[in-house]
Each structure stands twice: as structure tokens, then as C-alpha cells.
């Protein structure tokens, strides 16, 4: 089992940036790949971004490339989400997961953060 926690949400004016966590512990973290989801009110989860076990592979939805950044600490077990120039369309709940070198699917899921941006 793995256990994800996310942190640093908050209410931000269009424009700013936010940093979000996400703090793992039980099972070897760093044998997983971590990814950031997002979930806005009416509309389906959406990937966000994703980075490979060792954090020498990246990938980002088309909306975010070139503002948010993923990096992971696996001394520390976190990964983060750095988040700038933020919009109002970006505002939603945002989830990391774990995907299993095992399953390859993403077993393992955070209880979500929700960020806010105003206009």
C-alpha cells in the first residue's frame, strides 16, 4: 500500500503561481510513477502531469506545458507541482497517484486539493 497526501492548495488571483505536494509513505515510493490529476465541478478528472520513478522523464497536458512543473524528492518522498501563471480554468480539485510498476495502473490515490484561481 502507498498513502498520498496533497497540500498547498489554495485561492489565488489569475496570474500567480502555488506549489502543491504530495507526501507519500508505506511501500518503496520510489518504485512508483507519480502523476497530478485534476477534477473541475461538472467535468471529468483530467492527467495533468506525470513523472517517471528516477525524475529524468516528464509529461504535461497541452493546457499546462510550459507552467506547471512536476519534480519528486524520493529522500523525501514528495512530489510537487509547481503551478504558475495560473487561470481560472485551472481552478479544480487536484489529485496525485501512484501507479504500480506491477499493475502499471494508478493504483493509489490522494484524498485531493482544491485550488482555486479568481479572476
Known amino acids: 500500500q502507498v498513502q498520498l497526501v496533497e497540500s498547498g492548495g489554495g485561492l489565488v488571483q489569475a496570474g500567480g503561481s502555488l506549489r502543491l505536494s504530495c507526501a507519500a509513505s508505506?511501500?518503496?515510493?520510489?518504485?512508483?510513477?507519480p502523476a497530478w490529476f485534476r477534477q473541475a465541478p461538472g467535468k471529468e478528472r483530467e492527467f495533468v502531469a506525470r513523472i517517471s520513478w528516477r525524475g529524468d522523464s516528464t509529461y504535461y497536458a497541452d493546457s499546462v506545458k510550459g507552467r506547471f512543473t512536476i519534480s519528486r524528492d524520493n529522500v523525501k518522498n514528495t512530489v510537487y507541482l509547481q503551478m504558475n501563471n495560473l487561470k481560472p480554468e485551472d481552478t479544480a480539485v487536484y489529485y496525485c497517484?501512484?501507479?504500480?510498476?506491477?499493475?502499471?495502473?494508478?493504483?493509489?490515490w490522494g484524498q485531493g486539493t482544491q485550488v482555486t484561481v479568481s479572476s
Open positions: 508505506g511501500r518503496t515510493f520510489s518504485n512508483y510513477a
Open positions: 497517484a501512484a501507479r504500480s510498476p506491477v499493475t502499471n495502473d494508478y493504483d493509489y
